[in-house]
Nanobody, 121 residues
Framework: QVQLVESGGGLVHTGGSLRLSCAAS????????MGWYRQAPGEQRVLVAS???????NYTDSVKGRFTISKDNAKNTVYLQMSSLKPEDTAIYYC???????????????WGQGTQVTVSS
């Protein structure tokens, strides 16, 4: 099937930066969309940013101007550059991809294992 492997989380002070990466591998015919979600303790998982196959970008309001999502189609990899980090950005960040595998008629959603981002005040 499809595997999503994330990297780049960690501990950073307020105002710092981190870059997350997520590489998709497996029986990939086409990736329709890749994105990042986050889940803080006691809260629901929410969309942070996403990018479609034709390059359309979407950001949640709280990260606009601070986070940048980008992708490398050749590597099936999506990145999230996070700057001016705030304590409220602390969460587990999950990579998500809508992938059509070989032989499938439609895309399915896949998730990474999550990577912890902690911003200290």
């Amino acid at each position: 099937q499809v595997q999503l492997v994330e990297s780049g989380g960690g501990l950073v002070h307020t105002g710092g930066s981190l870059r997350l990466s997520c590489a998709a591998s497996g029986s990939i015919f086409k990736i329709d969309q890749m994105g990042w979600y986050r889940q803080a303790p006691g809260e629901q998982r929410v969309l942070v940013a996403s990018v479609t196959s034709d390059g359309n970008l979407n950001y949640t309001d709280s990260v606009k101007g601070r986070f940048t999502i980008s992708k490398d189609n050749a590597k099936n990899t999506v990145y999230l550059q996070m700057s001016s980090l705030k304590p409220e950005d602390t969460a587990i960040y999950y990579c998500n991809a809508d992938v059509q595998t070989y032989g499938a008629l439609w895309s399915d959603a896949y998730w990474g294992q999550g990577t912890q981002v902690t911003v200290s005040s």
